[in-house]
Each structure stands twice: as C-alpha cells, then as structure tokens.
C-alpha cells in the first residue's frame, strides 16, 4: 500500500488534494515494519518532487512530528525526507531550521537513528548551499565518522565524496586541518 500511495499523485489523485495520501504516509512512515517505513518515505520522497513550495511549510510540520516521535522508527524514516523537503524551499528560516532539526537527528541517543541520518546526510549535503556544507554539514559528517557505533561510521564515511564535491582543494585542506 505504501508504495501504490506514492504512485496516485499526480496521475489519479491531483497534487492539490495530495495532503490525504501525505498524511496516510506519514502513519506508515513510523510503523514497525522496515520494508513498509522504506516503501513511506520512497512514496513521500516521490510526492514532494509533485508539491509546490505554498506546502512546505505543512511539509515541515510532518518533519518535525516524525522527528520528535517517541518511538524511534519514524525518526529514523524522517532522515529520508530532509533532502526533499529542504530542495523545495527558498526560505532561509525554514532551511536553518531543517538543519537544526536534522542535526538533532545525528545526535540522537538511538543508534540506528543516527544510521539513517548518517545515511541520509549526502543527500542533503547535494542539496544544501556551500556554506551551510562549511557550517553545518562537515561538523555533522565528522560527528558521524566518530560515533562509538562502527555501522555509523561506515555509512558516514560513504556520503563523503557528497561533501568533497562541494569543496574546492584549499577548503578540503583547511577543513581537514581543522
């Protein structure tokens, strides 16, 4: 179900009245099942590349509930979705703000929600401005490459030619002198 969802839109269900299927995702995003949660984010990924930038905003709600779940499986199915929402977006606010939330994410006491955000940040570092690479993203990727957790730090190893391609040499340099 969770994969025919994201096929409806827009050829059977037109991308105005998207919301209904987004919020039906949004509960199978967070279910135990990890073929389904992958199926929900796959279908979400797919409707918001159909979604204007007015539904952000609604957009970013869902972020922040998956985000802030109880149970970890809708946190680890949110790292998926950052990339999608954040390109959708001119706001600067709202850019900042999914970075603080994604961060949060990196930072999270559960495991395998820092695998998926780990495994998530080059998609978001393809989407993100240079600066925010510079600010934002390196400190996170380094934060990953050291986590006590080796399946962490293998997935973060692997974004980092994402993050490489954004930097010219004397930045790389000086990065990783930092």
């Not at 080059?122 to 925010?132: F, I, P, Q, R, W």
Request: with cysteine.
């Amino acid at each position: 179900m969770a994969e025919q969802l994201g096929l409806m839109v827009p050829s059977l269900v037109p991308v105005a009245s998207a919301t209904m299927i987004v919020d039906i995702l949004e509960q199978l995003a967070g279910v135990e099942e990890t073929v389904v949660r992958m199926k929900a984010v796959d279908s979400l990924n797919a409707i918001i590349k159909h979604l204007d930038e007015s539904s952000v905003n609604g957009l970013k709600e869902m972020l922040k509930r998956l985000s802030g779940a109880e149970w970890f499986t809708s946190r680890v199915s949110v790292c998926g979705l950052f990339a999608s929402v954040y390109a959708k977006t001119t706001s600067e606010d709202v850019k900042v703000e999914l970075r603080v939330l994604f961060k949060s994410l990196v930072e999270d006491e559960t495991p395998m929600v820092r695998r998926s955000a780990a495994l998530s940040l080059g998609d978001l570092t393809n989407v993100v401005s240079k600066e925010a690479v510079i600010s934002d993203m390196i400190p996170l990727f380094n934060k990953l490459v050291s986590d006590e957790q080796d399946s962490v730090r293998l997935l973060a190893v692997m974004c980092a030619q994402n993050v490489g391609k954004v930097l010219s040499t004397e930045e790389e340099v000086r990065e990783t002198a930092d």
